[in-house]
């Protein structure tokens, strides 16, 4: 049965709610953090090919920065727990609770049972973007990650530098780990720099051209031990298409710095989610 009903219109119009009011959060020191952050020391830097991956780690209370540094180029970024890889970047309840896209003072949060902020988002070059007439806007947590096995799906194809496979070879290649351990780690992802948003009219997933130019940049406050996974998306700036190599693709670079002694005091990495995990039972 598909004819609406007589009170259509009425359903409708029932204002929403939002799911998770989120004033309640703790409120990053972003004050504290890029006061840190003024004289901290570059101590590494990783150039993630085009079309491929590369693992990162980030110490807790050191800072990343991911730069687009020749062409724009969007990024699909996993998070792990450096000392327990199974603690990993959890894109839903991320975006329940900031939103389909996230930007400076949000969060990357981790799965369950820690679910704790993994990384604070302290500057975002593109944060004048905001929401487009499309819809669109950036650095999404609503897309999963181009991978191999869409592709082979909707088009028959085995196409191995899409984000996915590039994040695979690159995790078990870091940790020392065959394919088959290292894919199930593999997780949805932050879209940096990717500018996406859904059609009004089908509710589809669309993507289009970034306007991240050279220069631009995400920082980020690692807020416990991290070990970072970034792909530089074979789909380029995503202005057309993703897993091809039809695309003109860039390659990224990944910086950490170090803060000087004592400008982070007070702070401390935060403990995992405290509840009880009883899950009603005694």
């Known amino acids: 049965m598909t004819n609406a009903p007589a009170d259509a219109d009425a359903r409708r119009a029932i204002p929403p709610v939002i799911c998770y009011p989120n004033e309640t959060l703790p409120e990053p020191p972003l004050d504290l953090y890029r006061a840190a952050r003024a004289t901290a020391v570059k101590t590494d830097e990783v150039l993630v090919p085009a079309r491929d991956a590369r693992c990162f780690t980030v110490p807790a209370g050191h800072f990343f920065r991911i730069s687009s540094v020749e062409g724009a180029q969007v990024g699909d970024l996993n998070l792990h727990n450096l000392n327990d890889v199974t603690e990993r970047f959890y894109s839903g309840k991320t975006r329940a609770l900031h939103g389909t896209h996230i930007t400076t003072g949000e969060r990357m949060w981790s799965n369950f049972p820690h679910m704790r902020p993994m990384a604070t988002i302290i500057a975002d070059t593109l944060g004048w973007y905001g929401i487009d007439d499309f819809g669109g806007s950036v650095h999404d947590v609503i897309g999963t990650r181009c991978d191999p096995y869409t592709g082979n799906?909707?088009?028959?194809?085995?196409?191995?530098?899409?984000?996915?496979?590039?994040?695979?070879?690159?995790?078990?290649?870091?940790?020392?780990?065959?394919?088959?351990?290292?894919?199930?780690?593999?997780?949805?992802?932050?879209?940096?720099?990717?500018?996406?948003?859904?059609?009004?009219?089908?509710?589809?997933?669309?993507?289009?051209?970034?306007?991240v130019r050279p220069g631009d940049f995400l920082e980020f406050f690692a807020e416990i031990d991290l070990l970072g996974n970034l792909s530089a998306c074979p789909g380029g700036d995503c202005s057309s298409e993703h897993s091809s190599d039809a695309a003109s693709c860039h390659p990224l670079l990944v910086e950490v710095f170090s803060p000087a002694q004592g400008t982070l005091a007070g702070w401390s990495s935060p403990k995992i989610n405290q509840y009880d995990r009883t899950h009603g039972r005694r």
């Open 153 to 211: 799906l909707l088009a028959d194809t085995q196409y191995h530098h899409c984000c996915h496979s590039n994040l695979t070879r690159s995790l078990a290649d870091h940790v020392g780990v065959n394919l088959d351990e290292a894919e199930p780690l593999v997780h949805d992802v932050l879209n940096v720099f990717m500018c996406t948003g859904f059609t009004r009219d089908t509710g589809q997933y669309f993507m289009k051209a970034s306007p």
